[in-house]
């Protein structure tokens, strides 16, 4: 009897907590447009807090520097400081392992189910991480922690509301799309990025609720950073028809350029895994910020400053090339340690040498592109995110921006969808995807213990050409806990059957158990999203 009593009772648990899934999802989708400001406002606040701290950390290594080169002494003890930062954040690392790198392929595997993160945990030691990595120079950018930081202020949110778990993940997108804002004063991409890179498709309930913590996190970034664009550099003159085939020209050599950087970043990793010991791989890069800081400065840091000073047409091609080369190399050794920091504003960096050594060699033998440096300028650091990150519309949007200018559109357009192709055509897979693998792959299996069971819905979109285009609701072998409980076509909702017959442009929703959530992204991914070339 007492042990059919509770059978009962968690059956009748079961049943409560899918019928409080449903009801809540059906009612939420207002509410959660209010919550996403909510969730703006406290990843601004976080996010905020980071990039001031960075500043005046950024300044600080800039003071400490100029004193060692005139007070020689000084120098070892910087790198004994150095050494002992290296060890501070391997111990972090050690706490919390998954502050590692940029964080974006940790929310995205949250996100599909796969990691279940510390909130609290990630959000103090990611903090003090990236502060101590970006403060003592290593090549990484603010944009990576400020996702997951984001993030995981709107995971606190959700825990403390006490939501549930399918509007938790929502949240935690709204997070992640806040905390870009707020880094780079983007609001449109900071949404962008939630929909093309951490879900790959679009939805009602993740633009609003996005936008809404966009928003209102740029204001919050406004209020503290002023109303200006990241970068100042203006950019005079529209590009002439004429000079159309250098964009798509400088689209595929930075295509090529891609594969080479997504190729070192995933070698590199392999390099450091080989080495014994979380401290043994964070002393390299820490060492070698030492060494560049005395010697050659301008390869610390994301390198924001960069960019203001490419744009002035100071530099020659020597010194481009060479900018290019240790920028590159710096950042595969910053990154490939597992050190927090993101891999954005180096990229963009150096996408925008890449475009200033193109404008540099047309020049030696051309004068048709006189005048169009920072055109070239910010068609190098579109379409270097284009191609590494595979997210074109975000990087466009992004870079507009950023310079606080929408007027090049087009070329933009034609450089990323250029620069987009070169690495498709060679299967080179996207750089966060590549991570999320990796990452996934160290995951222990039994870290799937914390999850509790808990019902969640998970969206599914069909597209054209997809396997499961055509095929009937019951003919697709869906995982055993899971049940689609409805079907949008349209402006129409339905409770769809197992004959449905599914077209391109249904939105499904399927109800799952948490532990089979992972397994679910799976199965959308290959019969719904994957469009078949026959």
């Known amino acids: 009897m007492l042990k059919e009593s509770k059978e009962g009772e968690r059956k009748m648990r079961s049943e409560n907590t899918v019928t409080n899934t449903i009801n809540r999802y059906r009612s939420f989708r207002y509410a959660l447009i209010l919550e996403g400001v909510a969730v703006g406002a406290i990843s601004g606040v976080v996010v905020v807090a980071f990039r001031y701290l960075l500043g ?45 790198g940029s964080g974006i392929p940790q929310v995205e595997g949250e996100i599909m189910g796969e990691i279940d993160e510390c909130w609290w945990r990630v959000l103090l ?28 202020a709107a995971k606190g949110f959700s825990r403390v509301t ?61 209020n503290v950073f002023g109303l200006k664009p990241v970068f100042t550099f203006n950019i005079t003159h ?56 005395f010697l050659y400065p301008s390869v610390l840091g994301g390198g924001h400053s960069l960019v203001e000073v490419l744009s002035s047409g100071e530099m020659v091609m020597g010194s481009l090339c060479l900018l290019f080369v240790l920028k590159f190399v710096f950042s595969m050794v910053s990154f490939g340690s597992g050190a927090p920091g993101g891999i954005f504003l180096p990229l963009l960096v150096m996408g925008a040498v890449i475009g200033g050594i193109y404008f540099n060699a047309v020049g030696m033998v051309s ?8 055109n070239f300028i910010i068609l190098g650091m579109a379409g270097y995110f284009s191609a590494i990150v595979r997210a074109p519309i975000t990087g466009i949007i992004l870079i507009s921006e950023m310079t606080g200018s929408f007027s090049h559109l087009l070329t933009l357009s034609m450089v990323s969808l250029a620069a987009y192709l070169v690495p498709d055509i060679m299967r080179c897979a996207p750089v966060y995807d590549q991570l999320l693998h990796r990452l996934l792959a160290k995951q222990n299996p039994d870290k799937k213990a914390v999850l509790t069971g808990e019902k969640v819905l998970v969206e599914g979109m069909i597209f054209h050409g997809s396997a499961a285009e055509g095929m009937k609701v019951s003919e697709i072998a869906w995982p055993k806990t899971c049940l689609v409980v409805s079907l ?12 449905t017959k599914l077209l391109a442009g249904d939105k499904i929703v399927v109800l799952c158990d948490e532990t089979a959530e992972g397994q679910l992204h799976r199965t959308l991914q290959e019969f719904c999203e994957t469009v078949k070339m026959q």
């Open 238 to 293: 529209m590009m002439p028809l004429g000079t159309y085939g250098h964009v798509l020209i400088l689209g595929v050599i930075i295509g090529l350029m891609g594969v080479v950087y997504n190729t070192c970043l995933s070698k590199s990793q392999d390099l450091y895994q080989k080495l014994p010991g979380q401290t043994m791989r964070l002393l390299i890069p820490f060492m070698l910020a030492g060494v560049f800081g």
């Open 367 to 374: 004068g048709s592109l006189d005048g169009l440096l920072g």
């Open 125 to 152: 030691a990611k903090l003090a991480g990236g502060l101590i990595g970006l403060g003592c120079g290593l090549s990484l950018g603010r944009e990576g922690p400020s996702i997951q930081l984001g993030a995981m």
């Open 56 to 100: 005046y950390a950024e300044i600080l290594l800039n003071s400490v520097l100029n004193y060692g080169r005139t007070h020689t002494w000084f120098v070892p003890v910087w790198f004994v400081v150095l050494a002992v930062a290296a060890i501070i954040v391997a111990m972090l690392l050690k706490w919390d392992s998954l502050i590692s």
């Open 488 to 499: 949008m076509r349209g402006e129409a909702e339905f409770v769809p059957r197992g004959d």
């Open 162 to 222: 006490k939501r549930v778990k399918t509007e938790e993940k929502l949240l935690m997108t709204c997070g992640a799309s806040a905390g870009l804002s707020a880094a780079f004063n983007a609001p449109i991409a900071g949404v962008l990025f939630s929909l093309e890179e951490i879900h790959k498709h679009f939805s009602p309930e993740i633009l609003l609720s996005s936008m809404a913590a966009s928003i209102t996190s740029d204001f919050v970034s406004r």
